[in-house]
């Protein structure tokens, strides 16, 4: 058996990858491998300069089958979980984005003002509108981040459960878009959450409500 090196993405997995703690798993979309949170954190900090303290609830990673190494990998699919409870989807069709969209911009010039120059980003609007998928619970958006070395595409779904969401964030090249775009409902239907933990199954009584809005997700 050849020994599998560190960067070698050929060491991911297909097929249905379990996140037992949180009651969900995905199934590995065709053309993808998952790799696991520590080769997704070398991946993320040592090869794309992420910081750690960003990747707090990441779980894994899904890349391109083809890329065989860590260098070779230009779009990534960023899997985490967050715990805030049910979110209420009351507002998803009442969201002005534009007037989101400006706020956002605002509030990045402020935060720019603290970070190195390599790290600053400028939001240059929406590569996607957000829109929320109802029948999937799921919202989706993109939006399309300007840094010193150039221009990425931050794909965003989030599918919500009973507890939580799971978050799929395609990281891209301009060029990659409308790779990510052909795969969104794939990769929202790969994900599935154990049976008495999905969107439906909301009790009011015994299960927590989330402060966050549909457009807070944004």
């Known amino acids: 058996e050849r020994e599998v090196r560190k960067e070698d993405t050929s060491a991911g997995q297909t097929g249905v990858v379990e996140f037992a703690s949180c009651h969900a798993r995905i199934m590995v979309p065709t053309d993808l491998v998952y790799l696991d949170r520590p080769q997704a954190m070398k991946l993320l900090t040592e090869y794309w300069d992420n910081s750690e303290s960003n990747l707090e609830n990441m779980l894994g990673v899904l890349v391109p089958s083809e890329n065989r190494c860590f260098y070779q990998v230009s779009t990534a699919y960023v899997i985490s979980y967050n715990d805030c409870g049910y979110i209420k989807d009351d507002d998803a069709e009442k969201v002005d984005y534009d007037e989101l969209l400006e706020q956002l911009q605002e509030d990045e010039k402020e935060e720019n003002e603290s970070l190195p120059v390599e790290q600053r980003s400028v939001t240059k609007g929406w590569t996607v509108t957000p829109h ?26 989030r599918v919500l459960g009973k507890d939580g969401l799971v978050s799929v964030n395609a990281v891209a090249d301009l060029e990659a878009v409308d790779e990510v775009v052909s795969k969104e409902s794939a990769m929202i239907g790969s994900v599935r959450f154990d049976e008495g933990y999905a969107y439906a199954d909301f009790d009011p009584i015994r299960d927590r409500v989330s402060d966050w809005t549909i457009g807070g997700l944004v």
């Open 132 to 157: 929320y998928d109802r029948s999937n619970h799921a919202l989706v958006w993109a939006k399309t981040l300007s840094f010193a070395y150039g221009d990425v595409v931050n794909y965003d779904m």
